[in-house]
């Protein structure tokens, strides 16, 4: 038996999450006030996975970034990956918001959005 | 000079301004928002996180989007927006408000309206408002300035950073920094427990195994030109344990520690304010002690979601509206608000008899379970409230339906009193 414990980050409420392990690899969760917080916990423990937000550089001198976001939670492990390859990115303005940069990221089927759009510089 | 004149003008064009301008422009007054920055929507375009809108809009968007939606809300309304325009002065003139406002496009404009709506917002508390010891080096700055740096300007502050203060902008730049390589040593609190909410504490710091020191205080900040070290010590009955401190090297010491609201113009006119909140004391419609103008969001108290300033802002508006319509109430009696035991403080400061109000209120104490109380003078009880997890960083909400306060004489008041029932686990 072996016990983790967990901050929930699905609300503001931060449920404190206490998951028993058996010896056969199941778990059992408590502390959660809802059932989001179960399925957090459970991921947690087999396939942790976080929104990434960040900013990507824009071809303008008003603009020099924008915002962006993955559309669901990305495997913890390819974080990094993806922050390199936002950074490395050259966003040509006119842009909206909600308009997808990155399409299924490495086969994850997890989206990067603008969440800012920008017209075109002035002259 | 121009002249202009409006139903409503609202000072600040962030979330709070937003959502309250969309509500008066919706009720056909004409509406002006007038902010010092060129586009609306305040620090939300700068907070490009997730987590925001799980109460307002049923669900999760990052601070441009919050933004974005709000003013589609108010540009549809038929709000109009003064940017780039900064209220230098406010006077009360009775029935009419007097704005005197700058812009570098149009010079010195005077606008009057018939009621104002205060949404400035909070500045940062700094290294200043603090006496930390030290040098006077660069690479000193505040967390909310380094995120505008790293999430608008796109500029690095440093390559190696401690945090001073657990606030929630502090955590989330805590993580930010990490995803722009930029390696965190770690978050310094002075209290016993985090001022942050606990979900920033797990994803900002536990996913990156960032050290939280509490109850540690900064013993000084080194280096010649730019920062080079930090000196911490715990804290020991309120003073450092100096034979413990310890230097982190590091080239960025970013302050978490707060928020000041920006109350100049709300005093410079002859608004009360609460020492408790640093925000006007309002009464039970969120109007300040000066007839026609109204307080809403963090100019009023600091609130830990935006959620809350939207809904605070439109409920403020609602009155606002009235009051524009309907005339200044006839002088009506309200009953007094009091944060007694364990309860730093309550907003509004008054409740309208038989008005559904909300209240909003922060607890003193940390506590795992808890009961909030809203007694009449003799100890009536007319609320009773269950809560989990009571930590000071959390604001507490509590809705006094119109019929408890109804039959109250006008010379009730209403004490809110916190009864911890099991202590918390730090």
Redesign the interface.
């Known amino acids: 038996m072996k016990k983790h414990t967990?901050?929930?980050?699905?609300?503001?409420?931060?449920c404190?999450l206490e998951i028993l392990e058996d010896d056969h690899g199941e778990f059992t969760v408590s502390g959660n006030?809802c059932p989001r917080g179960k399925t957090y916990a459970l991921n947690e423990m087999r396939d942790p996975r976080?929104?990434?937000?960040?900013?990507v550089?824009v071809n303008s001198g008003k603009t020099?970034?924008l915002?962006v976001?993955t559309d669901a939670p990305l495997p913890?492990p390819l974080?990094g990956r993806l922050?390199k390859k936002l950074y490395s990115m050259r966003l040509a303005l006119p842009a909206k918001?909600g308009m997808v940069l990155i399409r299924d990221f490495e086969g994850t089927s997890v989206n990067v959005v603008l969440?800012?759009g920008a017209e075109e510089q002035e002259r | 000079m121009k002249t202009e004149n409006a139903d409503i003008a609202v000072i600040g064009a962030g979330a709070a301004g937003l959502s309250a301008s969309a509500v008066c422009a919706r009720a056909g007054l004409r509406t002006l928002v007038i902010d010092r920055e060129e586009t609306p929507g305040g620090v939300l375009?700068q907070c490009?996180?997730?987590?925001f809108g799980?109460h307002y809009f049923h669900e999760?968007l990052?601070g441009?989007?919050y933004a974005?939606r709000l003013l589609e809300k108010a540009r549809s309304a038929g709000v109009e927006f003064r940017m780039e325009s900064a209220v230098m002065k406010l006077c009360d003139l009775g029935n009419e408000k007097e704005l005197t406002v700058y812009s570098g496009a149009d010079g010195v404009t005077v606008i009057r309206a018939k009621a104002v709506i205060l949404a400035m917002g909070c500045r940062e508390r700094s290294r200043g408002n603090l006496a930390i010891p030290g040098d006077r080096v660069a690479g000193v700055i505040t967390a909310g300035l380094a995120q505008r740096f790293?999430?608008?300007?796109?500029f690095l502050p440093g390559s190696s950073a401690v945090i001073v203060g657990s606030g929630d902008i502090g955590l989330i730049m805590a993580r930010r920094l990490t995803?722009c390589g930029i390696q965190v040593k770690a978050v310094v609190e002075i209290l016993p427990y985090p001022s942050g909410?606990?979900?920033n504490?797990?994803?900002c710091l536990?996913?990156f195994h960032i050290p939280l020191r509490l109850s540690t205080t900064v013993t000084g900040i080194h280096g010649r030109d730019r920062v080079e070290s930090i000196g911490i010590a715990p804290l020991v009955n309120g003073e450092p344990d100096l034979s413990r401190e310890e230097i982190i090297p590091c080239d960025t010491v970013l302050f978490s520690v707060g928020l000041i609201p920006e109350n100049e113009l709300s005093r410079q006119c002859g608004v009360e304010i609460n020492p408790s909140t640093n925000g006007a004391y309002v009464d039970g419609s969120l109007m300040t002690g000066v007839p026609g103008i109204f307080a809403c969001g963090n100019v009023l108290h600091v609130h830990?979601?935006v959620d809350f300033v939207s809904e605070e802002a439109e409920n403020c508006a609602a009155n606002a509206v009235g009051y524009v319509k309907n005339g200044p109430p006839t002088m009506e009696k309200q009953l007094r608000t009091i944060a007694a035991d364990n309860l730093s403080y309550v907003v509004p400061n008054a409740c309208r008899r038989g008005v559904p109000t909300r209240f909003y209120m922060r607890p003193k104490v940390l506590c795992r379970r808890a009961e909030l109380l809203v007694k009449k003078g003799d100890g009536t009880v007319l609320l009773r409230k269950k809560l989990?997890?009571v930590k000071p960083a959390?604001m507490i909400t509590a809705d006094l339906p119109a019929e408890s306060t109804a039959g109250c004489p006008d010379t009730a008041e209403l004490r809110f009193e916190l009864r911890p029932e099991e202590e918390a686990k730090v």
């Open positions: 967990r901050i929930c980050i699905v609300c503001p409420a931060g404190h006030t976080r929104v990434v937000t960040a900013v550089p020099p970034y915002p976001k913890v974080i922050l918001a969440t800012r | 375009l490009i996180h997730n987590g799980l999760e990052t441009p989007e974005e790293l999430n608008i300007d796109g995803w909410l606990s979900r504490i797990a994803q536990d996913d830990d979601l989990q997890y959390e």
